[in-house]
């Protein structure tokens, strides 16, 4: 019998398993690919903070899993946190090197959200789009709702983290706010999460290796063509929320070389937006 007191065991909620370190290393940890190592643990606050306290220490194309995260970080530090089990929760290392501008290194997040809706549309099954410039979405009853998002972080002088949170069977009343969603609420044929984590890293690897490729050039990698033919926030009106608590609304009309994104304002003037909190307006035509 098992004490009162005793820890929550992994397999304590049949619908959520564990993911399978053994498998998913054998799957993705392959010669002369992108990842090197795959760690899983069963708690942490960050996986962004922990592989980037480690990234001297370690290889390109480490990978780190969280089962559950409790102090896990999104844009401007705000929390992110969910149940065990229930999300994909992991971090990445890479290191574009000296073929790639650090002047690019920007797009690196835009390529992560390109890489996971197209992983995620072909092992879940469901639409997914982008919000400039770290949310994916997806509709659920008709409303977009976010389902995940994406934070990049430097670590030293050569190196990026980029952190990847998921919902994938929360629940409506599990919901940290009504915007959230879950890829379990969008009707997903699939939310076996082991799947799901392959599709993601071999779509990132491809992306990042298409990207690397063509010296960090998103047009030439064909990555900003594919950002804004999947982007959910061109052609709507829009109200940027920038740093320093100014605003600008305008419609979203573009993604430029540094994927910033052009708003035409009123009078017809044109605003490049490098940072901020974007609202859509202007409901999806």
């Known amino acids: 019998m098992t004490p009162e007191n005793a820890p929550e065991s992994r397999w304590s909620d049949l619908d959520r398993p564990p993911l399978n370190v053994a498998a998913l290393r054998?799957?993705?940890?392959?010669?002369?690919?992108?990842w090197t190592s795959l760690d899983i643990v069963p708690?942490?606050?960050?996986?962004?903070?922990?592989?980037?306290a480690r990234a001297a220490s370690l290889e390109e194309g480490a990978v780190l899993v969280a089962e559950e995260q409790t102090a896990g970080r999104g844009r401007l530090d705000r929390s992110w946190t969910s149940p065990a089990r229930s999300g994909l929760f992991f971090s990445v290392l890479l290191r574009?090197?000296?073929?790639?501008p650090v002047e690019r290194w920007g797009w690196l997040p835009l390529l992560a959200g390109v890489a996971s809706a197209t992983g995620l549309a072909r092992a879940a099954g469901v639409d997914m789009s982008l919000k400039w410039p770290n949310d994916?979405?997806?509709t659920i009853g008709g409303e977009e709702r976010k389902t995940g998002g994406i934070l990049a972080e430097r670590a030293g002088d050569d190196a990026v983290v980029i952190g990847i949170g998921l919902n994938v069977t929360l629940h409506a009343d599990e919901l940290p706010v009504p915007t959230a969603g879950s890829l379990a609420l969008a009707d997903a044929i699939s939310t076996d999460r082991d799947p799901l984590l392959r599709a993601v890293l071999r779509s990132l690897e491809q992306w990042y290796g298409d990207w690397r490729a063509a010296g960090g050039d998103p047009a030439r990698s064909g990555l900003q063509a594919a950002y804004a033919a999947g982007c959910a926030t061109l052609g709507r009106t829009v109200r940027a929320?920038?740093?320093g608590g100014r605003s600008v609304t305008g419609e979203a009309v573009a993604l430029d070389g540094d994927g910033r994104l052009v708003l035409t304002t009123e009078g017809g003037g044109e605003q490049s937006i490098s940072a901020g909190d974007v609202v859509h307006l202007r409901p999806a035509d």
């Open 26 to 34: 054998r799957a993705l940890l392959l010669p002369g690919g992108l």
């Open 43 to 52: 708690s942490t606050g960050s996986t962004n903070s922990d592989l980037t």
């Open 96 to 100: 574009p090197g000296a073929e790639v």
């Open 136 to 138: 994916l979405l997806v």
């Open 241 to 243: 929320e920038l740093p």
